[in-house]
């Protein structure tokens, strides 16, 4: 979740500079960047960056992924792939949007069409209480959004109603406006 600071949301960042072994999976959105080594399986939603001396063998499912290092497995990204050289990838891409720089170099079958997400799964909807809680503020800071217009929602027999997806796409926004 993204942490209320003033009127701006603090991102949550992990950074992984160390040699790691397993299973990792994030069922809300963060920026993983990792820099070390790590062999498993990585399923991720957000950002996920492999730093350039990163060396990964794992099957890495995300919604954007950026490559700089080394990659041995496939890649499924539901938004976008990104190659940055000296990026090396053994393996298959599946994304929708692929860009690849001059010097990254690519051993397997790229193929561009819609991944779906997890965020594609039937939509939840959350009441005042529900996302105040998910984004850590006051429910009366929430409702002031609300009926402003700054965050995306609906009145329903005179409650709030806010579909997750919706507001985790608003949290991505605010995210990168800071």
Do not use: C, H
Not at 40 to 64: C, F, P, Q, W
Not at 123 to 147: C, G, H, I, N
Request: charged share 30%.
């Amino acid at each position: 979740m993204a942490k209320k600071k003033g009127d701006e949301f603090e991102e949550k960042i992990l950074d992984v500079d160390a040699s790691m072994q397993g299973t990792i999976a994030f069922k809300d959105p963060v920026n993983l960047r990792i820099n070390g080594s790590f062999e498993g399986k990585l399923d991720t939603r957000g950002n996920l960056t492999i730093g350039e001396n990163a060396r990964v063998k794992a099957s890495i499912k995300g919604d954007r992924i950026i490559v700089a290092g080394r990659v041995s497995g496939d890649i499924t990204a539901s938004e976008s792939v990104s190659l940055i050289a000296p990026a090396y990838v053994e393996g298959n891409i599946v994304t929708p949007r692929f860009s690849v720089e001059e010097g990254s170099v690519i051993e397997g079958q790229i193929s561009m069409k819609n991944v779906p997400s997890s965020s594609d799964a039937p939509d939840v909807f959350l009441t005042l209480k529900d996302v105040s809680q998910y984004l850590e503020v006051e429910a009366k800071v929430v409702e002031e959004w609300a009926r402003s217009g700054k965050i995306p929602a609906r009145q329903e027999g005179g409650n709030w109603v806010f579909q997750k997806s919706a507001i985790d796409r608003w949290i991505q926004e605010q995210n990168a406006r800071v």
